[in-house]
């Protein structure tokens, strides 16, 4: 049992630091492109969350196997892509928009499959294991 505890208190806090520095590097990048300029802390805030999000995401997986895996990225991309793109915070990257009402899937759907497919070969090319 405390086991458990610990590795999902380090897993939890580990993020904190960069999520708070990637989030206000993609902020600053924002506002010097001159998108959302008039709502810089909020901007950071919602980036910050999202990294958070995504790595906090995957520390159940990381418990329950005992390890790392790139599978756990997929997991954790494909569900927030989804629910971003559901919800209409997130758009489909790579996608172009005629085409993509042009099918019978769902936005959600294929968001969630390139937002997962993304954190899968990132976190592969990074390293981690399948």
Do not use: W
């Given at each position: 049992?405390?086991?458990?505890?610990?590795?999902?208190?380090?897993?939890?806090?580990?993020?904190?630091?960069?999520?708070?520095?990637?989030?206000?590097?993609?902020?600053?990048?924002?506002?010097?492109?001159?998108?959302?300029?008039?709502?810089?802390?909020?901007?950071?805030?919602?980036?910050?969350?999202?990294?958070?999000?995504?790595?906090?995401?995957?520390?159940?997986?990381?418990?329950?196997?005992?390890?790392?895996?790139?599978?756990?990225?997929?997991?954790?991309?494909g569900t927030l892509g989804y629910?971003?793109?559901?919800?209409?915070?997130?758009?489909?990257?790579?996608?172009d928009p005629h085409a993509l009402?042009?099918?019978?899937?769902?936005?959600?759907?294929?968001?969630?499959?390139?937002?997962?497919?993304?954190?899968?070969?990132?976190?592969?090319?990074?390293?981690?294991?399948?």
């Amino acid at each position: 049992m405390s086991h458990i505890y610990y590795h999902q208190k380090s897993c939890l806090t580990a993020p904190i630091v960069s999520s708070v520095m990637f989030g206000g590097v993609f902020a600053g990048i924002d506002y010097a492109s001159g998108m959302h300029s008039s709502n810089l802390l909020r901007t950071a805030g919602r980036y910050i969350a999202a990294i958070y999000a995504y790595n906090a995401v995957q520390c159940p997986m990381e418990a329950i196997h005992g390890k790392q895996s790139s599978l756990h990225n997929l997991f954790a991309g494909g569900t927030l892509g989804y629910l971003g793109v559901q919800t209409g915070r997130l758009g489909v990257p790579f996608v172009d928009p005629h085409a993509l009402y042009s099918y019978r899937v769902p936005p959600a759907v294929i968001g969630g499959a390139i937002y997962g497919g993304m954190g899968f070969l990132l976190a592969t090319l990074g390293g981690k294991p399948i």
